[in-house]
């Protein structure tokens, strides 16, 4: 008798929402109609609410304190107006999980087996961004999404900008229109995706709060984040992007290094977007060894 199994799709959503690790750290939880929810580690609904309860989940972020939104930047809060407390927060997502599961049936209650230290966790449950193609026959397109500043009616907003499978684009705030890799590029040379506040402008972040903030870091330049835009629609469509290209040709060139090949590693690498070519290597020598080849290659090697 042969093995079989099959797989279920859980559906589920996005929302804003802000973990508290040290600093805070803005996020899109993943709600899924069976009660789980995933803030940087899955729970159920019940230990949505301890998580809540013990602050690693929170609705707002005091003043003066750090605020980061991964591949944007980190900020200092410097005025705020928030929307929910703990408790109309928790109300938020057992109402995302109703409109999904309006009876609440066969939601998921996660065993101690599955927790991690006695807590009501498993491992993860991130999401995988979808939309849907043609008419009778559905096609899905899976892709991924990260956060962007979208600047729109004088206003700068965060949001979600998603990337499909086909190369096709989605601002979060402009419900199902899509957007080729060409515009989002307009976009970001035109100060409109990736935009920064300047002189006191607020961000306004929907369903979750508006904050005035200063900039803690340095913005990223727009040429490297077209950069990062074009590798990360490759990488999204299956396509080795530049990074996985220039470590291929970096073992290339250890095998049996040649100028020819050195100057290919040197063009790869330039095409990596500058802030993502630390992680070309592990986390100790980043891509110091890739620097040592390009630029010194008169180094030896430390092995």
């Not at 690790?21 to 899924?32: A, E, I, K, R």
């Amino acid at each position: 008798m042969e093995k079989i199994y099959y797989s279920r799709r859980i559906e589920g959503a996005y929302i804003p929402g802000i973990i508290h690790n040290g600093d805070y750290f803005h996020v899109q939880l993943s709600v899924y109609e069976d009660g789980v929810v995933d803030c940087w580690h899955a729970v159920d609904l019940k230990g949505f609410r301890e998580e809540i309860d013990r602050g690693w989940v929170v609705p707002r972020v005091p003043c003066n304190k750090p605020f980061s939104v991964h591949g944007i930047g980190r900020f200092e809060i410097q005025e705020a107006g928030w929307i929910y407390d703990n408790d109309s927060f928790y109300e938020r997502v057992v109402n995302i999980v109703k409109q999904m599961n309006p009876d609440l049936k066969n939601l998921h209650e996660i065993q101690k087996n599955e927790r991690i230290n006695e807590r009501y966790t498993f491992t993860a449950a991130p999401g995988t961004p979808y939309r849907e193609e043609g008419k009778l026959i559905k096609k899905i397109v899976d892709g991924s999404q990260q956060m962007t500043v979208y600047r729109k009616d004088n206003r700068l907003y965060i949001t979600g900008l998603s990337v499909y499978g086909d190369k096709h684009f989605r601002i979060g705030m402009e419900d199902d229109r899509l957007f080729s890799l060409e515009e989002i590029t307009d976009m970001i040379k035109a100060d409109i995706l990736y935009s920064y506040p300047v002189g006191g402008e607020w961000l306004y972040m929907p369903d979750l709060g508006n904050v005035k903030v200063c900039l803690l870091t340095n913005p990223i330049a727009k040429e490297e984040r077209i950069k990062e835009i074009e590798q990360w629609c490759v990488r999204t469509a299956g396509e080795d992007d530049a990074a996985q290209r220039c470590i291929k040709a970096y073992h290339d060139y250890l095998e049996w290094p040649t100028e020819q090949k050195r100057e290919r590693l040197k063009q790869l690498y330039l095409a990596v977007p500058e802030h993502e070519r630390m992680y070309l290597g592990d986390m100790d020598v980043k891509d110091s060894d890739y620097i040592r080849i390009i630029y010194y290659p008169q180094r030896k090697r430390e092995v």
